[in-house]
């Protein structure tokens, strides 16, 4: 049986953190071609051999990962859409949280970095982008706690919610061992 371990945490919540962290275990893990492979997002096209494709190898001894925080951005649809896709596949979700105004502020910080502070961006810059437009506001604030809930609803005790700074303290890691190497729920 194939397994996955898919982690739709917020954006800004550790999830690069963690798939370097996970990478290095390539004994462990089947790596995608890249870290969001957000295949799920759409529905149309959607298909085990697409996501496949994505791999490198096709082994069933690693437990292929696939860390898109845009998968909890998407909508509660995403965690069924899983479900159908893969349905016997042994699937673990781990989904990262963080504080919604040091979130804000950060996706914030890092749009400003990597996008419209950069000359070497293609993206077009805005004459104002200030953390009080409401068209940024909109943007960093979306309801997540119906596409949490589905996750849960879905994947039950193979599903799990913590914080960011169970990355940090070592709640996560035991968490994640017990639940991918051992077999058990994240309990």
Sequence with gaps: MKRLFLVPGMAKAGTTFLFDQLVESKDVFNIPDRKEISLFQKNAGVSEEKFLQR???GSEDRIYLDVSPVYLNTGPEVPGRVADVLPDWDIRVLILVRDPVSTLFSHYLHNLKSHYGRLSSRRARPARYSLADDAVL???????????????????????????????????????????LHGSGFG
């Design 138 to 180: 909109r943007k960093y604030i979306r309801p997540k706690y119906e596409t949490i809930m589905t996750y849960c609803g879905i994947f039950e005790n193979r599903c799990a919610v913590m914080p960011m700074n169970a990355l940090f303290d070592g709640r996560a890691e035991t968490r994640i061992e017990r639940a991918l």
């Design 55 to 57: 791999f490198p190898d």
